[in-house]
């Protein structure tokens, strides 16, 4: 059994974990250990904060008794908010206070697009187009190209839990770009995961997400690797893991 832990800020879009650990198959557990939010909001400010090292700390204690290998802090905002050096100092210390190989969703991102080779990007995001600018801006730090930057103007997590398939289709649609060679959706409170293989296919592209390039990176950090097609072309790489019904 393998077992990964994942910090995640209040309560919006949880249950895309256990879903995904069904779709991932025997053998590998998702932990997930919620953190204070503090100010719901999609603002530079509450985001340092519920970004910073105290609130973090907070919950080091229930994923070592997780038994987790490796952590993932859950949120994008709550990253690259920092900047990139800032991002990376960040996960250094969640890896110094929990013992454990730590990485963020931002950097799953980016880790997650060299995995496919994508140099060529567009974001649809839930935020306010200044918040998606700086996840475009931190993408470009990365080495990938952002081609086109969609907010949507959501400021609280607890809005954007709320979307359902049509309204994540859409936002997916409307972020498009015909040269991209993929969309990235950034927030790790939306729920994404039961439409995945519908987004890919209706984008005719890759389509990376929030919550499923967490989990990825969570593996990544791990050493496993899982072939799991109803998580998007992104778990279909090379697999040393088969996913079992």
């Known amino acids: 059994m ?3 832990g994942f ?19 025997g053998g590998i557990r998702l932990a997930v250990v ?15 904060e519920m970004g910073s090292a105290d609130r973090l700390a907070a919950g080091v204690e229930e994923l070592r008794l997780s038994g987790a290998e490796a952590t993932v802090w859950a949120c994008t905002s709550g990253s690259f908010v920092y ?6 100092e960040q996960v250094r210390s969640l890896a110094r206070a929990a013992g454990l190989p730590a990485s963020s969703t931002s950097f799953a991102f980016v880790h997650a697009a060299q995995e496919l080779g994508l140099r060529r990007v567009a974001v649809a995001a839930t935020y306010p187009e200044d918040v998606a600018k700086l996840f475009a801006a931190f ?10 930057t969609r907010g949507s103007g959501i400021i609280t997590a607890a809005e954007v839990g709320t979307w359902g398939r049509e309204q994540v ?5 409307a972020g498009d770009h015909p040269d991209a060679e993929a969309v990235l959706m950034p927030d790790t409170a939306l729920h994404t995961v039961a439409w995945l293989t519908e987004l890919e296919e209706t984008l005719g592209k890759p389509v990376l997400t929030a919550n499923q390039v967490t989990a990825w990176e969570a593996l990544r950090l791990a050493g496993r690797r899982v072939n799991a097609p109803q998580l998007g072309k992104l778990f279909t790489r090379e697999p040393l893991v088969q996913a079992t019904e």
């Open 139 to 148: 993408l470009k730090e990365g080495g990938i190209e952002v081609l086109s």
């Open 169 to 173: 289709l859409e936002l997916g649609r």
């Open 2 to 4: 393998t077992a990964l």
């Open 83 to 88: 900047g990139w050096d800032g991002a990376h």
């Open 7 to 25: 910090l995640y800020p209040g309560h919006s879009a949880e249950d895309d974990y256990p879903r995904m650990e069904l779709l991932l198959g």
């Open 34 to 48: 919620h953190t204070d939010i503090g100010t719901d909001a999609h603002r530079v400010d509450a985001l340092l």
